[in-house]
């Protein structure tokens, strides 16, 4: 069986396990059918996915000239605190930076190697959490926009992580702790402008990945190192597809170029 198409992140389903769909253009693939299946990834081409371009994908998916001018790839959506669209001011698109930006967000703590603290679109949970590969969550603050959730991560970054650790998050090596009591140690730091919004009495949500084998030594796959590789995939955690040589596939990091998969022993 053989697919192609441009990639873009894997779009995933909350069910036990999480459900992983691969969308190759005319085809839509469910990833977890392919769990102990001979897998072949051929890189062919670029497609930045904003003008569509055969150029160097520079980040994100889009090409050098499109990532600096195109709102989603603006300042703003890695460091949420630049958020300006709350002052009514500009930074590449306000229509999209309104719509965006002025929209519920959530300050949460995730756990994926190590408990983290990060920022999110309250529609994007628990999305955003599956895409870390964080096998539980929780909520701390809800706020009206994008600037205030960015405030209250960068107060709250001083006294836990705001990065995952994606080698121990795909050996699962991880450790569950108590998020709620992790979450009232961070209480008094929220900043004053974003205490109203702290949220009491939630519970954490478990999320459990299909992953029949974690490798114990990693090597990373990179298309433009390696423009082909074959092998059993054994799991997907976050956006990652695990091989059973201990090579991980970051879905995310190669989006915009355009692949050929081919599956072996497919009925």
């Avoid at 693939?29 to 569509?52: H, P, R, V």
């Avoid at 090409?63 to 709350?86: N, R, T, V």
């Avoid at 190192?225 to 092998?231: F, R, V």
Wanted: proline share 4%; with cysteine.
């Amino acid at each position: 069986m053989k697919y192609s198409g441009v990639l873009k992140k894997m779009i995933t389903e909350n069910a036990s396990p999480v459900q992983y769909y691969l969308d190759m253009e005319s085809d839509f693939i469910n990833m977890n059918q392919l769990l102990d299946k001979t897998i072949e990834i051929t890189f062919k081409k670029y497609q930045c996915l904003s003008c569509g371009e055969n150029k160097k994908i520079f980040r994100q998916g889009f090409c050098y000239d499109c990532f600096y001018k195109m709102p989603q790839a603006g300042d703003w959506i890695m460091k949420p605190e630049l958020s300006k669209a709350h002052l009514d001011l500009e930074d590449r698109d306000l229509a999209y930076e309104k719509e965006m930006q002025l929209k519920p967000h959530v300050v949460y703590l995730a756990n994926s190697s190590n408990v983290k603290v990060g920022v999110t679109r309250k529609s994007q949970i628990p999305t955003r959490w599956i895409d870390q590969g964080a096998h539980e969550a929780i909520e701390i603050v809800e706020v009206p926009n994008r600037y205030l959730a960015g405030i209250t991560e960068v107060a709250l970054k001083e006294y836990v992580s705001d990065k995952t650790n994606w080698r121990k998050m795909l050996t699962n090596n991880v450790v569950d702790l108590d998020l709620k009591e992790e979450r009232e140690k961070l209480a008094p730091y929220i900043p004053q402008e974003a205490k109203q919004y702290f949220i009491e009495n939630n519970t954490e949500t478990e999320i459990e990945f299909p992953v029949n084998q974690y490798p114990v030594k990693i090597k990373s796959l990179n298309l433009d190192k390696t423009p082909n590789y074959q092998g059993k995939l054994k799991g997907i955690k976050g956006q990652y597809l695990i091989f059973e040589d201990g090579t991980v596939f970051n879905i995310r990091n190669w989006e915009g170029y355009v692949c050929e998969l081919r599956i072996q022993n497919l009925v």
